[in-house]
């Protein structure tokens, strides 16, 4: 934490998941845990055609830490046929990129060492959705395709051998993203299950797996609470760093 807002935004996490601190006391070593919060609103323009946009904040290393600071995100969404639609978007990331020490060929001795800093990211999808209905069970398949560039980065990584900062390049990266979903519409229940699992391939293969399981809560007709638990299974190292983790996620929409 380099500011004393986001010590005080981790604090406010940190005690959201107070109620979780048996199951946070038991993950593996290796394991990580963090906390989800979303935000979204949704505007059907008519049959066919729909807006939305969502504000989204993460936590990493056992909720220390802010890795998403922000995520603005806009979309529209189109209805082609009933049980397949059609999405665009674009979001906006502020991430907290978290310390990397490179090393070399020998891995013992240094070679670059990238202290956490703070960057924007730029990410747009395409997104074909189908979903089919069988009594009060749901089933939905969603194929996405995402690129996110990573702007350069001026004098944020140090060479050890040159002793001067150097600049880190821009990049580009393509996802492969497919999810299946579960949900049940239980009779005269404002809260009804769900259960998603979702694989993310690029370059190189199968980088992670992201399983969910959790409750759509209806407060009132246009307004729904979620909460979740996931588990990512990091499979391949990318430029996000990420680990295996546990994740809290609490979501709200708005559709009007």
Not at 4 to 15: Q, S, V
Not at 32 to 46: H, R, V, Y
Not at 134 to 163: F, M, N, V
Request: with cysteine.
């Amino acid at each position: 934490m380099n500011t004393r807002t986001d010590r005080l935004l981790a604090g406010a996490c940190m005690a959201l998941a107070m109620t979780l601190a048996p199951l946070t006391a038991a993950h593996a070593q290796s394991d990580d845990f963090g906390i989800w919060l979303d935000a979204g609103a949704e505007k059907k323009l008519d049959s066919h055609w729909s807006v939305s946009g969502e504000l989204e904040m993460r936590t990493r290393n056992n909720t220390r830490t802010l890795s998403r600071l922000a995520g603005i995100s806009v979309g529209g969404e189109y209805k082609i046929i009933r049980g397949l639609k059609a999405s665009a978007g674009y979001t906006l990331i502020w991430d907290n990129n978290p310390e990397e020490l490179d090393m070399k060929s020998d891995n013992l001795t240094p070679n670059k060492w990238t202290p956490g800093y703070r960057a924007v990211r730029h990410r747009t999808h395409v997104t074909l959705a189908g979903s089919l209905s069988i009594g009060r069970l749901g089933l939905s398949l969603r194929e996405r395709w995402q690129y996110t560039y990573r702007p350069a980065a001026e004098g944020k990584r140090y060479d050890i051998d040159e002793a001067a900062w150097t600049n880190i390049r821009g990049k580009g990266k393509n996802v492969w993203r497919n999810r299946l979903l579960i949900d049940y519409d239980i009779a005269h229940c404002k809260a009804d299950p769900f259960a998603s699992a979702e694989m993310f391939t690029a370059k190189g293969g199968i980088q992670k797996m992201r399983y969910a399981v959790g409750i759509d809560y209806k407060i009132r007709k246009q307004h729904t609470l979620s909460i979740s638990y996931k588990y990512q299974d990091v499979t391949s190292d990318d430029d996000d760093m990420e680990s295996n983790s546990h994740i809290l996620g609490i979501g709200y929409k708005y559709k009007f």
